[in-house]
């Protein structure tokens, strides 16, 4: 996914289709230091809440690469369905994801690989509904910098992000703690999603 094919037309809507019926998802787990620092710290604040991760394997097919290497999944509801995928909601099983989906993700740009690392400090340091983060700004940074070099090292060009603030399952409180990341590997065909909520 990632240099677009020029000589590859738009797929149609029938190949798009098709491509649900032939792409291969396989869930991967992550069982890194630094992944679980991150989710424990996140735990400890959002206590009415939660912090989930998970990450899963596609396989390469010519229609998701012409989407993929324009960075344009998003305009064919690409994570929608995604999401409501056997592998996808058993990794995810905690969200208790239903198909189909009754709320849009609603998934936007504004976040990158590139800030990445201070988002998920500025959701540690700024705390959840009852709880503070325990360390300094610094501290919450470097968490931030190791679990991103987890994920992708330093190929901040080889990844798209997306960001929903949307409670798109009942797993989530509906309140302004609601945050789903989707980092998209484009050279390791693999799809990540970190999701957090909170209360008071």
């Known amino acids: 996914m990632l240099v677009p094919n020029r000589d590859q037309y738009r797929p149609s809507e029938e190949e798009i289709e098709q491509m649900w019926q032939e792409l291969q998802v396989v869930y991967t787990p992550l069982e890194d230091p630094s992944v679980n620092k991150l989710l424990q710290e996140l735990r400890k604040i959002l206590v009415n809440g ?5 990450r899963f394997k596609v396989s390469p097919h010519a229609v998701l690469n012409w989407f993929g ?19 996808v909601m ?16 609603d998934l936007t740009e504004d976040t990158s690989a590139f800030t990445l690392d201070g988002e998920l400090a500025e959701a540690l340091f700024l705390g959840g509904a009852d709880e503070e983060f325990e360390g300094t700004a610094k501290q919450a940074k470097d968490i ?6 987890a994920l992708f090292g330093s ?10 603030q949307e409670p798109w ?4 409180a509906g309140v302004s703690w609601d945050v789903t990341w989707f980092g998209i590997d484009k050279r390791n065909y693999q799809i990540w999603v970190l999701c957090i909520t909170d209360t008071d």
């Open 50 to 54: 939660g912090a989930e991760f998970a």
């Open 155 to 164: 190929r901040y060009d080889e990844i798209q992000m997306y960001i929903s």
């Open 69 to 87: 290497s324009r960075d344009l999944l998003n305009e064919i509801n690409f994570f929608e369905q995604f999401v409501t995928l056997p592998p």
């Open 169 to 172: 399952t009942e797993w989530f």
């Open 144 to 149: 931030g910098i190791k679990f991103c070099e």
């Open 90 to 105: 058993d990794g995810l099983s905690a969200l208790e994801i239903e198909t189909p989906l009754t709320t849009d993700l």
